[in-house]
């Protein structure tokens, strides 16, 4: 059994028992629902779905952050370095686990979300939702390497904070002050309009993986600088 999975299993365990895990289930969950359950046009629907997930994202960026701010604080982070286990390893056993769990939720979103909008009216395409839902799930990676980086840097409540209102501002800013470029949440919104929706997606995977692995990479410089 390599290190990262061992690592990836504690930042599980950890998730569970401190009610984490649960809380970003529910926030994808939440949206789904609230989408799948309440009436309304399909526009309507989608906006609403769109927002919904965007908080969800935002919220698994500030967990990502307290998470492992307080694993660094509580010496958890520490314990496992002077074991012969590689900071590296420490960041992306969490990054493993909090894609892993914001993954479920995403697959619970899309899975209300179609049922949701999925009507003979709608004639939606399923394999252009399923291919947004993919960059949405591209984007959530991208805002949990920045929690985790400002988690790297700041103590646990500064970490949250910056994290949530960092993603929200990040979302917000895309979604508003750049109109010609469909973003993966602005593009579940649009889908009945896009002309070409799975590749405004792909575009939309591209970009937001080329940010996460730049995000991860710098937190990785940062963790190896910072005191554990």
Request: glycine share 10%; proline share 5%; charged share 10%.
């Amino acid at each position: 059994m390599s290190q990262t999975t061992i690592v990836t299993g504690l930042a599980v365990r950890e998730l569970w028992i401190s009610f984490r895990l649960l809380l970003l289930l529910a926030a994808y969950v939440g949206a789904g629902a609230a989408a799948a359950l309440l009436p309304a046009s399909l526009s309507a629907t989608l906006v609403r779905l769109a927002v919904g997930v965007s908080m969800a994202m935002v919220a698994g960026a500030a967990v990502a952050a307290w998470s492992l701010s307080r694993d660094r604080l509580l010496g958890r982070a520490g314990w496992l370095a002077t074991r012969s286990v590689p900071r590296g390893t420490i960041l992306a056993g969490w990054f493993v686990a909090l894609a892993a769990v914001s993954g479920l939720g995403l697959i619970a979103v899309g899975l209300l979300g179609w049922l949701a909008v999925a009507t003979p009216v709608s004639r939606l395409d399923p394999v252009a939702f399923a291919a947004t839902c993919g960059a949405i799930g591209c984007s959530s990676l991208a805002l949990l390497a920045l929690g985790l980086l400002l988690g790297t840097l700041l103590r646990p409540p500064a970490a949250a904070m910056g994290a949530a209102v960092a993603s929200a501002l990040i979302i917000s800013v895309a979604w508003l002050a750049l109109p010609g470029i469909a973003t993966p949440v602005e593009a579940l919104m649009q889908l009945p309009r896009l002309p070409v929706p799975i590749s405004v997606a792909a575009q939309g995977s591209g970009a937001s993986l080329a940010a996460a692995a730049v995000l991860v990479l710098v937190a990785h410089v940062a963790l190896e600088r910072v005191d554990l």
